[in-house]
């Protein structure tokens, strides 16, 4: 019997904090992938260590550990990231059931696609949040200069007339050319351009 799990208990590093309880191999406890978006939010904020509090336990034991103190703590009002009490799945395929046999495997999630159109239709267009503002931090960086379009001056090889952009030529001379006409130099109402 596999006897190689352990329930452990993050802290935050800023205020010693408990603030998650977990369970898993060695490598899990300290690992950072596939944690839920408030263990994420704590921990860029506070950082964090480990206290292992059990060790050499069975996959069954260590769950049962886990949800009996995730409880007990909730319980006592202790705010923790955990999503819920104890393990997610009753049948882990650790536990020799394989995960084809869980209910959901291979399949969608029921609804998902009317949760998704409602969802949108709800928060887009004059219902979405950012409707008629500009972001911030575009505008800024808009300012600089240094994301700003740069205008290739043309000239009209007729006329010698000189424009300082592609647009400005074919607003003066309207056509139904497009600009990328001009870079192949062909004529614009029988007139050529070319690069300066």
Same mark, same amino acid.
């Given at each position: 019997?596999?006897?190689?799990?352990?329930?452990?208990?993050?802290?935050?590093?800023?205020? +010693?904090?408990?603030?998650?309880?977990?369970?898993?191999?060695?490598?899990?406890?300290?690992?950072?992938?596939?944690?839920?978006?408030?263990?994420? +939010? /704590?921990?860029?904020?506070?950082?964090?260590?480990? %206290?292992?509090?059990? #060790?050499? @336990?069975?996959?069954? %034991?260590?769950?049962?550990?886990?949800?009996? $103190? /995730?409880?007990?703590?909730?319980?006592?009002?202790?705010?923790?990231?955990?999503?819920?009490?104890?393990?997610?799945?009753?049948?882990?395929? @650790?536990?020799?059931?394989?995960?084809?046999?869980?209910?959901?495997?291979?399949?969608?999630?029921? +609804?998902?696609?009317?949760?998704?159109?409602?969802?949108? %239709?709800?928060?887009?267009?004059?219902?979405?949040?950012?409707?008629?503002?500009?972001?911030?931090?575009?505008?800024?960086?808009?300012?600089?200069? @240094?994301?700003?379009?740069? $205008?290739?001056?043309?000239?009209? /090889?007729?006329? +010698?007339?000189?424009?300082?952009?592609?647009?400005?030529?074919?607003? #003066?001379?309207?056509? #139904?050319?497009?600009?990328?006409?001009?870079?192949?130099?062909?004529?614009?109402?029988?007139?050529?351009?070319?690069?300066?």
């Amino acid at each position: 019997m596999d006897t190689n799990f352990i329930v452990y208990a993050h802290y935050t590093k800023s205020d +010693n904090r408990l603030f998650y309880i977990g369970e898993g191999r060695l490598k899990r406890v300290y690992s950072i992938h596939s944690r839920n978006k408030y263990w994420k +939010n /704590i921990v860029n904020k506070n950082g964090f260590y480990v %206290k292992i509090l059990y #060790k050499n @336990l069975s996959k069954q %034991k260590a769950e049962n550990i886990e949800t009996r $103190l /995730i409880r007990n703590l909730k319980k006592r009002g202790v705010n923790l990231a955990n999503f819920c009490i104890g393990p997610m799945y009753k049948n882990h395929w @650790l536990l020799n059931a394989p995960k084809e046999r869980h209910p959901m495997f291979g399949k969608k999630s029921p +609804n998902s696609s009317k949760r998704i159109t409602e969802w949108n %239709k709800n928060h887009s267009g004059v219902n979405s949040p950012t409707f008629g503002k500009k972001r911030p931090d575009l505008a800024e960086r808009n300012k600089s200069g @240094l994301f700003r379009r740069k $205008l290739i001056p043309v000239r009209c /090889i007729e006329t +010698n007339e000189i424009f300082s952009s592609i647009s400005e030529a074919q607003l #003066k001379y309207p056509s #139904k050319h497009y600009a990328r006409n001009i870079r192949k130099n062909w004529s614009i109402c029988g007139l050529h351009f070319a690069y300066l």
